[in-house]
């Protein structure tokens, strides 16, 4: 009679168990998509956000025939990163980075785009180092684009507070890869000007004005400034 007795608890102990598990597995996946389903009902509602949404869910669909075509990963991304600016809200953040990595394996890493717009979302994530990684992955993709350098000297500068030898080594790569550089030798003249190298500056101020007008009022001052240096 005993053993029957523990026999009946554990079968009862047992059931209680499954059904516990059974409700936490199937009633999670019942709030998440009422949570789904309330958050799309809000996007649509929105005016800033609707189109922007739609235009998520039409190209979700169109990867279901198409997916390889990279074109639909970087919208998605873009749209969730434009809703995460109007919004605020760090969830659609990850989205944008969920879809930006899925773009870089659909692009076999090979996309620098790809790779830049997920950097700049590590950024806004405030984790640099996966920034800077990204973004001299990008380089090696795609030396010619002077954004990627103007973009990683921010992250070492203003992210990660590096020595100004690793920035300036950044320019100078940037400089010996790209056939038009000025934006690049205009961005690292006001570097040194910042970092006060002034005779640096003036060596790059006056290589742009060898080309393009505008810089000599900015070759003046830098002159008055090394003349009142000790």
């Known amino acids: 009679m005993r053993r029957l007795l523990v026999i009946a608890v554990l079968v009862v102990l047992g059931i209680a168990v499954v059904g516990t598990a059974s409700w936490v597995f199937f009633g999670r996946s019942w709030l998440s998509d009422r949570q789904a389903a309330a958050e799309a009902d809000m996007l649509r509602a929105d005016p800033q956000t609707a189109e922007m949404f739609a235009s998520i869910e039409k190209r979700q669909r169109e990867i279901e025939s198409t997916p390889d075509d990279p074109e639909l990963y970087l919208s998605i991304g873009n749209n969730w990163k434009a809703i995460y600016d109007f919004r605020g809200d760090v969830r659609f953040l990850d989205r944008a980075i969920e879809w930006?990595?899925?773009?870089?394996?659909?692009?076999?890493?090979?996309?620098?785009?790809?790779?830049?717009?997920?950097?700049?979302?590590?950024?806004?994530?405030?984790?640099?180092?996966?920034?800077?990684?990204l973004l001299r992955e990008a380089i090696e993709v795609n030396?010619?684009?002077?954004?990627?350098?103007?973009?990683?000297?921010?992250?070492?500068?203003?992210?990660?507070?590096?020595?100004s030898n690793d920035v300036i080594d950044v320019y100078k790569t940037g400089l010996a890869s790209l056939v038009d550089n000025a934006p690049l030798v205009q961005s690292l003249a006001l570097y040194l000007e910042d970092?006060?190298?002034?005779?640096?500056?003036?060596?790059?101020?006056?290589?742009?004005?060898?080309?393009?007008?505008?810089?000599?009022?900015?070759?003046?001052?830098?002159?008055?400034?090394?003349?009142?240096?000790?």
């Open 100 to 133: 930006y990595e899925k773009g870089v394996g659909v692009t076999k890493r090979k996309n620098s785009l790809f790779l830049l717009n997920l950097a700049n979302a590590y950024r806004l994530r405030t984790q640099p180092d996966k920034a800077e990684r």
């Open 143 to 163: 030396p010619g684009d002077p954004v990627l350098y103007t973009t990683l000297v921010d992250v070492l500068r203003y992210d990660l507070k590096r020595d």
């Open 195 to 230: 970092i006060g190298r002034y005779k640096d500056a003036l060596v790059y101020y006056e290589l742009l004005a060898a080309k393009y007008p505008g810089f000599e009022e900015k070759i003046a001052s830098l002159k008055q400034h090394i003349a009142e240096q000790p």
